[in-house]
């Protein structure tokens, strides 16, 4: 590997948060590794090259199944070992929580090999569960599930009980263990020998996590039962008969929990609640630790709400030892461990690759030859020697007066005492003198913040061919980091510094917090766009809640989707799904395409009747608006020649 790519792979992190998935070859394209062997590679460039022959533009998602799989299997050897080295007495299963991303294509494959390990399901609504009831499960994995319930929800529960799966009613709320008792006594009287749901109650612990979702844990969450609520469901399941039914305990703390110490000491209360209630003489079998098992998206491996300060293993090791702990002071069966960690099965699996589609100019430039008149007002002349004599002793003291200056220029404007031309050549002079102050600052061994804050007025915004809203909508609306890497040239040293904006028309459509080892970048570093050449991005680990949490701002689609996979020849594009086309995004809005057609036809007809289009035109049009119906929303992409 040279060592330009040993910079670019260190400038990007890639060895911090890529889990040992992502490299990049000797062509300087980034590559994802096959779990099984990390010798089988996919080289990302050449995918969207092949995709582009097939006549599929950027932005397209591109699934790596086999990702998918590396973590399942992660996840169970971590667990697996944890359970052998501590001697724990019980299993370990996990449900992967459809919310995370609910596409078939991702749910199916999860299950391909997760079943393997008897991995189930977890649904919290009832479109997810009636989904799910229909999916091949492997027969002793379980069907948990969360969520608010009503009568038909509930009934849903039971009609897969009696379709053989191993449900799990998890009781959020007193009134769900009403239904369930109602529909158990309806179902035993037409059918005794019926396989009827197993019950779970959800406990609202004192314990909270870490991080932007800490208040799913804690005793002001919106979910779960408290421990007088707990007891009068093992009571009325003990006066009805039943108290067989209830197997499971549950919590959940809340999604990227970043700091291992909250989770063990959640794990401590947990264990010590699910033992008081083994006492009892109840017979749970699990205890679910709910999700929450957090991405190191910054490679940081620290409790920045970005990364995490433990691994999979760490994870396993601290749940399986605080929980036998507690167990055996308590003398109780060691419970049979459920998991919620669908983030980190999923985020690594799908990347979303765009094109720069243009740079958006950040500063004043001169579009022909400037020359200095006489009759040049002394403000811009003042500005011009300060561009002509700045150098690396003076250039804070020249900055701090072109600052000034362009204060002067701007209030003389306003008062009417200089043209337009002479401010025209005023900001051009004062963005010339940023650009040598900012080079002489960035030579220094220490920059001053003042220099810090220019770079980031002065960087380069590069317009990419995505939404922000509907592709990366955490890091719109929670500030949640992504690496965001080229795919192609990281042989060659990024010379530019840039924020990415993307196509909405919305100011909040930016991209301008990256990852780094130590900090939050405000500026990432990227190549210089080259006529007649694509420049293509990644934005990594998008698999978990991007998908589904994703909106319509802007009427914007989804995105073109490839599923890929990694063998000994490089790249196979197994299956290749359109992404939205106008017509499905309007409605989404309830716009009916045909009515719009055929409205605009009428429209277009008149002005063929009335003289003011003449047939041929007036034809073009409709055929012109009827085809667009079927057009991708993104752009099309472009060489950077035509702007």
């Not at 396989?195 to 779960?224: D, H, N, Q, T």
Request: aromatic fraction near 10%.
């Amino acid at each position: 590997m040279s060592s330009i790519i040993e910079q670019t792979v260190e400038t990007y992190g890639i060895e911090n948060w890529g889990a040992g998935y992502f490299g990049v070859n000797r062509k300087g394209n980034l590559i994802v590794k096959a779990p099984e062997n990390d010798g089988l590679t996919a080289d990302v460039k050449e995918i969207i090259d092949d995709l582009q022959k097939r006549g599929i533009g950027t932005p397209i998602l591109l699934r790596f199944p086999q990702l998918l799989f590396g973590q399942i299997r992660k996840l169970q050897t971590a667990f697996k070992k944890a359970i052998r080295e501590f001697d724990y007495e019980g299993g370990h299963l996990c449900v992967y929580p459809m919310k995370v991303n609910q596409n078939r294509a991702v749910i199916e494959e999860y299950l391909k090999e997760g079943s393997r390990y008897n991995f189930g399901l977890e649904a919290g609504s009832k479109a997810e569960l009636y989904a799910a009831i229909a999916l091949e499960q492997s027969k002793d994995s379980l069907l948990v599930l969360n969520g608010f319930k009503d009568r038909d929800f509930v009934k849903l529960a039971f009609a897969g009980a009696g379709a053989g799966k191993n449900v799990v009613i998890v009781i959020e709320k007193m009134s769900e263990l009403a239904h369930t008792l109602s529909l158990v006594e309806e179902f035993t009287s037409e059918s005794p020998e019926a396989k009827l749901p197993m019950i779970g109650v959800r406990v609202k612990l004192y314990s909270k996590g870490s991080g932007k979702w800490e208040k799913s844990g804690g005793e002001a969450a919106k979910f779960g039962l408290t421990t007088t609520e707990i007891l009068d469901v093992i009571r009325q399941l003990q006066e009805a008969g039943r108290v067989d039914m209830l197997k499971l305990l549950h919590f959940h703390i809340g999604s990227q929990l970043t700091d291992i110490k909250r989770i063990k000491n959640a794990m401590k209360e947990a264990a010590r609640t699910y033992s008081k209630i083994r006492q009892m003489g109840i017979p749970i079998e699990f205890l679910d630790v709910g999700g929450g098992m957090a991405v190191d998206y910054d490679g940081s491996r620290t409790s920045f709400e970005s990364s995490a300060n433990y691994n999979a293993q760490e994870f396993a090791n601290d749940v399986i030892y605080v929980i036998k702990t507690v167990c055996d002071d308590e003398n109780v069966p060691h419970p049979t461990i459920i998991q919620e960690s669908g983030r980190y099965l999923s985020a690594y699996h799908a990347i979303l690759v765009t094109n720069v589609q243009d740079e958006i100019e950040a500063v004043a430039e001169d579009i022909s030859p400037m020359e200095i008149d006489e009759d040049d007002p002394q403000v811009v002349k003042e500005l011009h020697d300060l561009r002509e004599t700045i150098n690396s002793k003076n250039y804070r003291e020249y900055y701090h007066d072109a600052l000034e200056h362009r204060d002067e220029l701007f209030t003389m404007f306003n008062l009417g005492l200089i043209t337009l031309e002479d401010k025209g050549k005023g900001e051009v002079l004062f963005w010339d003198i940023c650009e040598k102050a900012d080079a002489f600052a960035q030579q220094k061994k220490y920059v001053s913040e003042e220099f810090d804050d220019l770079r980031r007025l002065m960087c380069a915004k590069y317009l990419a061919n995505f939404s922000v809203f509907r592709s990366m909508p955490d890091n719109w609306a929670l500030e949640q980091l992504f690496p965001i890497i080229p795919i192609h040239k990281l042989n060659k040293k990024p010379t530019e510094y840039a924020t990415l904006c993307d196509i909405t028309c919305d100011s909040d459509g930016i991209v301008d917090k990256f990852i780094d080892l130590h900090d939050v970048k405000t500026v990432l570093e990227l190549h210089k766009l080259a006529a007649n050449e694509p420049y293509y991005l990644a934005m990594m680990l998008v698999g978990a809640y991007q998908e589904v949490m994703g909106n319509n701002h802007n009427l914007f689609g989804v995105p073109h989707e490839a599923h890929i996979f990694i063998g000994e020849d490089g790249h196979i594009i197994r299956k290749v799904i359109s992404g939205g086309t106008l017509s499905d995004a309007l409605e989404t809005a309830r716009f009916d395409a045909v009515q719009l057609r055929d409205t605009y036809r009428k429209t277009v007809m008149k002005r063929i009747d009335t003289g003011d289009l003449s047939t041929k035109t007036g034809s073009q049009l409709i055929e012109f608006y009827e085809d667009q119906a079927e057009s991708y929303t993104y752009l099309t992409m472009h060489s950077n020649e035509e702007k």
